[in-house]
């Protein structure tokens, strides 16, 4: 039996971290939380996660800095799916965001059943993605 | 003419054929005026030209009339004056004749001392030896002298009172005598006789005797002889002479001699006008008696130096050229003459003369009167010399006047060209500075009323087109400043509304996570999970209605200040400040200095473009066209400083209104004039109480 999939949580209100993290967990997902933007890109290089879960307003840095970090590390692969978690609606955040390539956007709040289907549906099919508003 | 136009990108430039307003105007002149004042001048000039040409005419046609009638007159009284005088001698010549008959038929015999003065000449003849105050006598011709000659010598000594007297009476004689059939010759005055060769002469053949012998005058009546030259005075004469007869014997014939000269002389006493003189001219056409003047004219003179010892003994007359009827230049005379007793007619004798004639009649005599037609007109000359002066100082005026209406008249049309052009020509250059949009230059101004309109109207025009477009202009850029803000606050409420919402999911993302979890798992879930959940949700509640609480109060701050008035963002004054200056300035005027970059609020930017605003429009009403404006900002944490130096002065509602609205906005505006000009000074604080 294969080992469950490692998800990076990167969301620095500690509330919705812990509700993300026990959804993930009680759907057989292994999690690594990160608070911040630092600890995420650390949190990246060390686990190498199969997915990564990140809100855009970190405490100390942009989301995108995140997401632009993870892709300079996975560069080899450079398949690492990202869903992008944010309170920000705004179209030019969302197509911001999704020019990284390989980026899920996601507005809060987050419904949990449809992030767990996206979530195997990227898994499942790596590179592939899909865009849920 | 077709003017030919082209047109450039604002100017529209005419080229045409058309004459310059200055010619105009001398075409007109002269058309209208002058050739009509020239034409009449003229003509006026011409009708007294003509004029002068007639009276002169007319005048010289009276004055000849005049003449001719005064020449006539004189001749006709001076004709009848000799007439006169001859007939006297007539009259005197035959009562001696009847004297001498008297005295032959009588038997007088003078006293012995009266016959003692005749001597008788042993060859023949008889002569008196001395003067004695009587008369002289000869028997000429050898005659031998008898008792009977001696006799009729004696009675006709009888005569001598009776001649002396006749000759005394009358100036005009010259000398009386008796001549005889055979000879004899008493004479008065006394002749000495014997200096003369007087003795061979036979006295029938001269013709102071022969013109009274029967065949010459068979009437026996008194008769005047032709001119001749007297044997005895050397003199030309004319004798009355008369025959006196004895039965049907011829016994003599007594004449009286008058010198032509003494007639002439006393034609000449009197004074004739314009140089005439009077001549006589006998019957046969020969010229009589000429004075100095008329031989002139006429070429001859008188031939008193005869030579008389050959011509005595025979008649000796004037030759031929003194016969008018023989000459060619007194033809017209002659036959004026043949033609009638009395008349007038014009000469050429060397020159024009007017000649008049009337007739002695006593002897048929013609006395004329001959003067220079030149000396008859020179009156008529004169005044027409004058008048022609006159004429040609008129002209020379004329000309004159007329050179200097001509100098005027141009002059004239020069200063009415310059008049009308010259405000015209401003007045295009107006209306290109309005097409160009130009600084506003003044109209000088003209003389003519509608241009003088006009070119003020075009100014006002020019003034309000350029006031509408800085009007527009700073319309343009309130909009434009307006519509920045509006921007600027759209752009602030879409990231004010951007933020609320990013605030608002997030808590609202913790109450769907929850609520998420509690359905996921009720079963599992305790009761101390739940009531920690329970009071995450109500924290996170809490949260949203601080968070709306406070977008309330921002909301109100915004209302209060038109703008978010978020902290920490700001303006660019000096970008502001530049398109405002640009706007309100002409170009050309406008010194600009400001620093890159000055951070204001909106609220300090929006009242420091209000005051900046009206101090601009103050200035730029009220100060010189041609004067420069400098704009200098200066930036500091707490204060920007806007410096306005223009030769505006200071104050006036403008200026006012700046005021109030700068210490409205907390800051403050001075002014100050020095050496003609004006610095005013604004100064904003940066921040404001209703921002932060």
């Known amino acids: 039996m294969a080992e469950p999939a490692k998800i990076l949580v990167v969301e620095d209100t500690a509330e919705l971290r812990e509700d993300l993290t026990i959804v993930l967990q009680d759907s057989g997902y292994r999690v690594v939380e990160a608070g911040d933007g630092a600890s995420a890109i650390a949190a990246f290089g060390q686990e190498r996660p199969g997915l990564v879960i990140c809100d855009v307003q970190l405490p100390d840095m942009d989301g995108r800095i995140v997401i632009e970090a993870i892709r300079s590390v996975d560069a080899a692969r450079y398949s690492t799916p990202v869903i992008v978690v944010s309170a920000f609606s705004d179209e030019e955040l969302r197509r911001d965001i999704e020019a990284i390539g390989t980026v899920i956007f996601i507005v809060k709040p987050v419904d949990y059943a449809r992030l767990l289907l996206l979530i195997a549906q990227c898994l499942q099919v790596p590179g592939h993605h899909a865009n849920i508003s | ?692």
């Open chain 2, 1 to 692: 003419m077709k003017p030919t136009t082209s047109v450039s990108k604002r100017k529209v430039t005419i080229v045409s054929q058309a004459a310059p307003l200055r010619k105009l105007l001398w075409r007109s002149y002269l058309r209208m005026s002058l050739i009509p004042l020239l034409v009449i001048e003229l003509g006026f000039l011409v009708i007294y030209w003509v004029s002068e040409r007639v009276v002169y005419h007319q005048n010289t046609e009276v004055i000849s009339k005049l003449s001719q009638t005064y020449f006539l007159d004189i001749a006709h009284r001076e004709a009848a004056t000799i007439n006169a005088k001859l007939q006297s001698i007539a009259s005197q010549t035959n009562i001696f004749a009847l004297q001498t008959r008297g005295a032959l038929d009588g038997d007088y015999v003078p006293p012995a001392a009266e016959r003692s003065r005749y001597l008788i000449r042993p060859s023949g003849g008889l002569y008196t030896a001395f003067d004695n105050g009587t008369t002289a006598s000869f028997y000429a011709g050898g005659k031998i002298i008898g008792r009977s000659e001696l006799e009729k010598v004696w009675r006709l000594a009888a005569l001598d009172p009776f001649i002396m007297a006749v000759k005394h009476s009358n100036p005009l004689i010259s000398s009386i005598y008796f001549n005889t059939y055979d000879s004899y010759n008493r004479i008065y005055p006394y002749v000495d006789l014997t200096e003369q060769h007087t003795f061979d002469a036979i006295i029938p053949i001269y013709n102071f005797y022969y013109e009274a012998d029967e065949k010459h005058n068979p009437e026996r009546a008194v008769v005047w002889t032709d001119a001749y030259v007297d044997p005895a005075g050397h003199e030309w004469m004319v004798s009355s002479i008369a025959p006196v007869w004895r039965g049907d014997k011829l016994e003599g014939v007594v004449g009286i001699d008058i010198t032509l000269k003494r007639i002439i002389d006393e034609l000449l006493d009197q004074e004739l006008p314009w140089s005439g003189y009077a001549m006589l001219i006998d019957n046969n056409g020969v010229i009589l008696a000429l004075p100095d003047a008329g031989e002139k004219d006429f070429g001859l003179s008188e031939l008193t130096d005869h030579d008389y010892n050959k011509t005595i003994m025979e008649d000796t007359h004037k030759p031929n050229h003194f016969n008018i009827n023989a000459r060619k230049d007194t033809r017209p005379l002659a036959e004026a003459m043949q033609a009638g007793d009395e008349g007038e007619v014009e000469l050429n004798l060397g020159g024009a003369r007017l000649a008049s004639f009337a007739t002695v009649r006593e002897t048929g005599w013609r006395l004329v009167f001959i003067a220079p037609a030149d000396m008859i007109y020179a009156e008529s000359q004169r005044l027409r010399d004058r008048l022609e002066t006159v004429g040609y100082f008129m002209l020379a005026t004329l000309l004159g006047f007329y050179l200097l209406f001509f100098a005027c008249l141009m002059w004239r049309a020069r200063t009415m060209s310059r008049l009308i052009a010259e405000p015209i020509a401003e007045i295009a250059e107006l209306i290109d500075q309005i097409a160009d949009r130009q600084v506003s230059t003044p109209f000088r101004g003209s003389q003519v009323q509608e241009l003088e309109k006009l070119g003020h109207h075009l100014v006002t025009t020019r003034q309000m087109l350029l006031a509408a477009e800085d009007e527009a202009r700073r319309h343009s850029f309130i909009a434009n400043d307006a519509l920045v803000q509006m921007r600027a606050v759209n752009s602030e409420m879409i990231t004010f509304m951007r933020y609320i919402s990013h605030e608002i999911r997030t808590p609202l993302s913790i109450i769907d996570g929850s609520a998420q979890i509690i359905q996921r798992k009720a079963e599992s879930l305790r009761p101390d999970d739940l009531r920690e959940r329970a009071g995450r949700l109500r924290t996170t509640v809490a949260a949203i209605a601080e968070m709306l609480s406070q977008i309330l109060v921002r909301f109100d701050a915004f209302d209060m200040n038109g703008t978010s008035g978020q902290e920490g963002e700001r303006l660019n004054a000096s970008t502001k400040m530049s398109a405002l200056a640009e706007a309100l300035i002409p170009s050309d005027r406008l010194r600009l200095s400001v620093p890159e970059t000055c951070p204001i609020g909106t609220v300090e930017s929006g009242a420091l473009t209000e005051v900046l605003q009206d101090v601009l429009e103050h200035v730029i009403s009220h100060s010189t066209t041609d004067s420069t404006v400098e704009i200098a900002l200066d930036c500091s944490p707490l204060l920007i400083t806007a410096i306005v130096t223009s030769n505006a002065y200071e104050g006036g509602s403008l200026l006012d209104r700046a005021r109030k609205t700068v210490e409205g906005a907390g800051g403050q505006i001075a002014s100050d004039s020095a050496f003609g000009l004006t610095t005013i000074k604004i100064t904003v604080p940066t921040s404001c109480k209703g921002v932060d």
